[in-house]
């Protein structure tokens, strides 16, 4: 049973700091891509960085430069390192997989910034 659990989340102010970590468990994140999708009050759900199987990283333009995804191949756990956050990072944060053509998703972090 694949099952991917996230931490980090919590209340920062404007120009903070989170890292958000994602643990899979079932599943090789290594062997496949992995991102953060986060979803805000009356928004769509939208990509906000991925990492391919290869290591390669992209990132939604309003997180460029802010915020960095990583992967630690031993720990099987995906970071995102969020630094100047704004306002309008808010929102629940949610790890995503995809693995042999499946998509998996974890349970969703909340991500406040304000002061």
């Known amino acids: 049973q694949v099952q991917l659990v996230e931490s980090g989340g919590g209340l920062v102010p404007p120009g903070g700091s989170l890292r958000l970590s994602c643990v899979g468990s079932?599943?090789?994140?290594?062997?496949?891509?992995t991102g953060w999708y986060r979803e805000a009050p009356g928004k769509e759900r939208e990509l906000v960085a991925a990492i391919t199987r290869g290591g390669n990283t992209n990132y939604a333009d309003s997180v460029k430069g802010r915020f960095t995804i990583s992967r630690d191949n031993a720990k099987n756990t995906v970071y995102l390192q969020m630094n100047s956050l704004k306002p309008e990072d808010t929102a629940v944060y949610y790890c995503?997989?995809?693995?042999?053509?499946?998509?998996?998703w974890g349970q969703g972090t909340q991500v406040t910034v304000s002061s």
């Open positions: 079932g599943i090789i994140f290594s062997a496949g891509a």
């Open positions: 995503n997989a995809i693995w042999y053509s499946y998509e998996y």
